[in-house]
């Protein structure tokens, strides 16, 4: 039915089928625009609600489940051999997308009065596109697996003027923040509807360059993809600490990840940034004088210590893309020098390292990075030598570590909190005055709240992570929750919660260099997604634990402290006694090829990822049908957590008080004089 002519295509007199396989829009894999109305854009509104009807059993399905067993709508549609069909659907769905452009002039509140079909179609063609690319193939057991051949022929994408479509169509979707921080501070504010597909957007995004080579390429390869990480880092920071957006965070620091793992990424991230005073205020930096690899450190950081400890999950993730960069940036600021040895300071702290078994894996991945830095690029950072060795202290004293002395020193950071007389001496450090009790709460490495990294005060210096109260001068983000439209829902729309599937992430796997990947085993088995980017199963690198039964132990302690990387940096340390870095790289320092930190696709992971896209679905639908007569509205979805939004207050669209109950009382007046009119007609009738 998307393709019957006369219902969703135009009728063409001199073909004989009622069938044509036409794309609806030029864009890939068509150049002549079709004709069209509006009643046939209606039509194919309709028919792509009913496909994701019928594919919505996703919704009732517990997420572990889901990827295993699949959806039988879902797997005939993507596993349709019919070249011409898949190539109609795809590019049809895709030219839709992309080809709207959400800037063009409107009446001012506009949306206020009428819905837009063209952006509901737009939506549905988005979702639907993603439904079926996301989607694993079961594997029945028998013969070999079968092909999503929606995610194959967008893998085999590789005109350079398909690409480009891709990304200004992206960008164009992905840049509406800027449009909306205009029209709240216009003066007509909320005057402009915001679209609300843009994570739908960076999901397409990251499929695309995870299923095709040539297009990862493409963005990495040019300048294009700086715009995409600074897209991509204004909705990480915008929602970092917003509960119900936490899935969006975690998948823009994998898309990040992704891009991470090429060379040319890297190497692309030491162009000076220029223009930073355009830029939202949520991810501007204030007085900054550095390179892309500059802002996306300083972002990361940004993200880890101003999360309040609700990213716990996906550290390692964001560790990951620094160890993936580190062999290849230079000149690094001393701003970001800074904050990388902050990172180093926190991690390495008693009361971090003796809150649970795996955290020592972070600090060993952050170790990592900055051993990565001085055997690649020691003459081209001088000013990260110099924060290495002006912080000889903390390093010497991590390779002396005990259990004896970490619970000491935190004990004695505990009594410095409690003692008036010494607290008051370090009340400008805005380490010192922590956030929620934290210390308190770290006193013990026995607690029944392991500290998360948020939790982690700082020893001696000036840095604490999760520290509400930092003012210092170098903050780098000045951070001002962007104002927010205000929504026409009804005040008790339901919303779906974004971490319902608690930190089901992509697994990382342990830095390999190119040529110890070159060795692993043929055919060892890995859970991988066709077409997917390639992962290889190495030992996986656990996430923060959350379990509250561990207890250090002298004999733990020994089993993983040993074998931290600190050779590197404690040579550079015995090198010289000052704070001024050899001219060159001691010969005792051998360097070890790039490691590369990639992400392998668990069942749990899939289940998080299909929960995160049909809880925009879901959402989106509350919004399109006003949370009355959704399709979903009321029904016992398993897949992600649904919860009730609190009323919100008066706004410029929906007043309160005498002029909300004038226009109530006027509203009801029509309709009943819309009654008796019907009534009197009907009755004339009869």
């Known amino acids: 039915m998307l393709f019957f002519a006369g219902f969703t295509l135009p009728i063409n007199e001199r073909s004989k089928s009622k069938v044509t396989y036409s794309i609806w829009q030029s864009g890939v894999g068509c150049n002549t625009p079709m004709s069209s109305s509006k009643e046939l854009e209606s039509n194919r509104t309709e028919i792509l609600?009913?496909?994701?009807?019928?594919?919505?059993?996703?919704?009732?399905m517990p997420a572990h489940i889901l990827p295993v067993k699949g959806v039988k709508a879902i797997t005939y549609i993507a596993t349709c051999p019919d070249k011409q069909v898949v190539l109609s659907m795809l590019c049809s769905m895709l030219n839709t997308t992309l080809k709207f452009n959400p800037a063009s002039w409107r009446v001012p509140y506009d949306h206020v009065v009428f819905k837009d079909p063209k952006q509901i179609l737009v939506a549905y063609c988005l979702q639907f596109l993603l439904v079926l690319l996301l989607y694993p193939i079961p594997e029945e057991g028998r013969g070999p697996p079968s092909k999503n051949y929606f995610r194959h022929f967008l893998g085999r994408l590789h005109r350079p003027q398909d690409f480009q479509f891709l990304v200004d169509g992206m960008t164009r979707i992905l840049?509406?923040?800027?449009?909306?921080l205009q029209a709240t501070t216009s003066y007509l504010p909320g005057s402009q509807k915001s679209l609300k597909w843009a994570p739908e957007m960076i999901m397409l995004f990251w499929e695309t360059i995870q299923c095709n080579k040539r297009f990862r390429s493409f963005i990495v390869d040019t300048d294009r993809g700086h715009d995409f990480i600074v897209l991509i880092l204004f909705y990480a920071l915008e929602y970092r600490t917003d509960l119900t957006k936490q899935g969006i965070v975690r998948m823009c620091v994998f898309v990040l990840q992704t891009l991470s793992t090429e060379e040319n990424f890297g190497t692309g991230l030491n162009k000076k940034f220029e223009g930073q005073d355009s830029l939202p205020v949520t991810i501007r930096i204030e007085n900054f004088n550095g390179t892309y690899a500059d802002f996306l450190i300083s972002s990361i950081h940004t993200l880890i210590t101003g999360s309040k400890g609700k990213l716990d999950a996906i550290y390692p993730a964001l560790l990951a893309i620094i160890n993936n960069i580190a062999a290849y940036v230079e000149n690094l600021s001393a701003m970001t020098c800074t904050r990388i040895l902050q990172l180093f300071a926190s991690m390495s702290s008693p009361s971090f390292l003796l809150a649970n078994e795996t955290?020592?894996?972070?600090?060993?991945?952050?170790?990592?990075?900055?051993?990565?830095?001085?055997?690649?690029q020691y003459s081209t950072n001088p000013k990260f030598l110099y924060a290495i060795l002006k912080t000889r202290k903390r390093f010497e004293a991590l390779r002396s570590f005990t259990l004896e002395s970490g619970q000491e020193e935190m004990e004695r950071l505990s009594l410095l909190q409690k003692e008036p007389s010494e607290s008051s001496e370090h009340i400008s450090s805005p380490a010192r005055s922590t956030r929620n009790g934290s210390v308190e709460s770290l006193r013990s490495p026995l607690s029944a709240r392991p500290p998360s990294l948020s939790d982690v005060p700082e020893e001696g210096g000036a840095f604490a992570i999760g520290d509400d109260d930092d003012d210092s001068e170098d903050d780098d983000h000045n951070f001002q929750a962007t104002p927010s439209q205000s929504s026409p829902s009804a005040h008790n729309s339901r919303a779906p919660s974004m971490d319902s599937v608690d930190d089901?992430?992509?697994?990382?796997?342990?830095?390999?260099?190119?040529?110890?990947?070159?060795?692993?085993?043929?055919?060892?088995?890995?859970?991988?997604?066709?077409?997917?980017?390639?992962?290889?199963s190495s030992h996986i690198a656990a996430v923060v634990s959350t379990s509250s039964g561990f207890t250090p132990s002298a004999q733990w302690i020994d089993s993983w402290l040993p074998s931290l990387p600190l050779h590197?940096?404690?040579?550079?340390?015995?090198?010289?006694?000052?704070?001024?870095?050899?001219?060159?790289?001691?010969?005792?320092i051998d360097p070890f090829p790039p490691r590369i930190q990639l992400f392998e696709w668990s069942p749990l992971s899939l289940g998080w990822y299909e929960s995160l896209l049909w809880s925009f679905i879901f959402a989106s639908e509350m919004v399109v049908q006003k949370g009355t007569v959704g399709v979903w509205n009321g029904t016992g979805i398993k897949l992600f957590k649904v919860e009730k939004e609190a009323a919100k207050g008066p706004s410029l669209m929906k007043p309160m008080g005498a002029v909300d109950a004038v226009?109530?009382?006027?509203?009801?007046?029509?309709g009943s004089l819309n009654l008796r009119a019907a009534s009197g007609t009907q009755g004339a009738g009869s």
Do not use: C, D, W
């Open 49 to 60: 609600r009913l496909l994701l009807t019928f594919s919505s059993k996703s919704m009732y």
């Open 663 to 670: 226009g109530s009382n006027l509203v009801s007046r029509i």
């Open 359 to 376: 955290n020592h894996l972070l600090l060993t991945s952050l170790l990592e990075s900055i051993n990565a830095i001085i055997e690649h």
């Open 568 to 588: 590197t940096i404690l040579t550079l340390l015995s090198s010289t006694e000052t704070t001024t870095p050899p001219k060159t790289i001691p010969p005792q």
């Open 175 to 180: 840049h509406q923040p800027n449009l909306k």
């Open 504 to 536: 089901a992430v992509p697994m990382q796997l342990r830095g390999m260099s190119e040529k110890a990947r070159g060795k692993m085993p043929v055919g060892q088995t890995s859970f991988s997604r066709v077409n997917s980017m390639s992962s290889i």
